[in-house]
């Protein structure tokens, strides 16, 4: 499902114009990404808990050369899904 797709399926079950939806959207998500530039998590009860971690810095070998380099320190968006989410997507997205 692309964005477009996902505007308008939002917008119909929600029974908003999908401009209102879109812009939901996007308050959303730009919402989120504030909060992870803060290095906030953000929890959505009942799908999961996206959080910013920092991958430390390691040395990595290009197979190609054997040649070793240094990688750099990083953050990285993690998301953890509920168990409900993991039970349903372990039972092939079907309903209990």
């Known amino acids: 499902m692309n964005n477009k797709e996902y505007i308008t399926e939002l ?11 879109q812009t939901l959207v996007r308050t959303v998500v730009d919402e989120m990404t504030a909060r992870f530039d803060d290095g906030d998590s953000v929890s959505i009860p009942g799908f999961g808990t996206f959080e910013v971690k920092k991958r430390l810095e390691r040395v990595a070998v290009n197979p190609a050369t054997q040649q070793r380099m240094l990688v750099p320190p990083k ?3 993690n998301f953890r899904p509920t168990s409900s989410v993991k039970e349903r ?3 092939g997205g079907e309903d209990e």
């Open 89 to 91: 997507l372990k039972n």
């Open 11 to 21: 917008a119909q079950q929600a029974g908003y114009t999908q401009s209102v939806a």
């Open 75 to 77: 953050l990285v968006l």
